[in-house]
């Protein structure tokens, strides 16, 4: 960075740091500015008589910018993983349309710069799980309410309170993995709904947004926190949310195996759970990609070669190694639709 007078300043230059007004003090240009013949006029004109440039091949950029990228990336490859854009990667032919349309409201969620600074401040206090848990509850969340047949506005507004459902942890860092909670902790851990309502609503966020953030720990019989609200009013948005979170801490958080956390939210359905997200969920996201490798509960390993076939994640596996990892000679296909005591233990 370097400070020169505004009579020397060049089109093209890049201000590096906000310019304010001598008489009224107010912000005439902001950081990262590319000037223009115009602009310069108009420092000139108010006074000003000295800016700070960029110096030559100096990047000006900062968090959230690069947040921006890497989430957007980060939303439309997950999106396409678990989506794909061709109709035999996928439980049916409209979450083809459902994926299309994820893709270009992800990229609308993260122009939202206020969006998108919470997820900054997430990823700085955990660099691992809370960062990624919020963008695979969003990828999921858009998916679900796309195959419940929500409008685009609507799966914005859900994505949106998926990519920011635990934003009240970040003024708990110590509790994010804490997986044994005190009686303190617990009742801490209770308010980050809370905490995330209002940090949501400082930032000009509507209400149905910040409501989904509040009641996603909210349960289908009333146990849930923090208002022990039940059924139908709960918000539409919170119930595909807490699904959708649910199974991702699950499987990120605590370990489970997939076939483990999909009977958790089987087992949840109109107790936890609104046995209609469930139903979704299960019936519309393929949990176990086509392609994946995986190792199966008689310990023999293939690849997941036909996820239409079957309701619920119970794809065709198509074996190619023995439960000693010996290769087969011919490969067997199994049907996890009809062999119902075999389960995919392990995605590798």
Request: with cysteine; glycine share 8%; proline share 5%.
């Amino acid at each position: 960075m370097i400070r020169i007078n505004v009579n020397g300043l060049l089109e093209g230059m890049v201000i590096a740091e906000q310019i304010l007004c001598p008489k009224t003090e107010q912000v005439l240009l902001k950081h990262g500015t590319k000037l223009t013949d115009s602009l310069i006029e108009t420092l000139l004109v108010r006074g000003v008589k000295s800016v700070a440039v960029a110096e030559q091949y100096t990047l000006l950029i900062d968090p959230v910018d690069t947040t921006t990228r890497e989430l957007k990336r980060c939303l439309e490859d997950y999106i396409t993983k678990y989506a794909p854009s061709v109709p035999e990667a996928n439980k049916s032919d409209n979450m083809v349309n459902v994926s299309g349309m994820a893709r270009k409201i992800a990229s609308k969620i993260v122009e939202n710069p206020d969006v998108v600074q919470f997820c900054v401040i997430a990823k700085i206090l955990d660099d691992g799980f809370l960062y990624e848990h919020l963008i695979n509850t969003c990828v999921y969340s858009l998916l679900v309410a796309g195959a419940m047949g929500f409008d685009a506005y609507n799966m914005q507004c859900i994505g949106t309170g998926a990519l920011l459902h635990d934003i009240g942890l970040c003024e708990m860092p110590s509790i994010i993995r804490t997986h044994k909670q005190n009686l303190q902790q617990e009742s801490l851990w209770k308010e980050h709904p809370r905490y995330g309502y209002y940090f949501a609503k400082e930032a000009g966020l509507p209400e149905s947004i910040t409501n989904m953030i509040l009641n996603h720990h909210e349960c289908w019989n009333g146990s849930g926190y923090p208002r022990g609200i039940s059924g139908e009013d709960i918000p539409i948005g919170a119930r595909i949310i807490a699904v959708c979170e649910t199974y991702d801490r699950l499987l990120h958080g605590e370990g489970y195996p997939h076939y483990q956390a999909i009977e958790y939210l089987y087992g949840g359905g109109n107790f936890y759970f609104d046995s209609q997200v469930v139903q979704n969920f299960t019936n519309n996201i393929a949990v176990y990609p086509l392609g994946s490798m995986v190792r199966l509960s008689t310990g023999e390993v293939g690849i997941v070669v036909n996820v239409r076939k079957n309701l619920g994640p119970r794809p065709m596996v198509r074996v190619y190694y023995n439960r000693v990892n010996r290769p087969l000679t011919c490969p067997k296909d199994v049907d996890l639709g009809k062999e119902r005591t075999v389960f995919i233990e392990k995605v590798l």
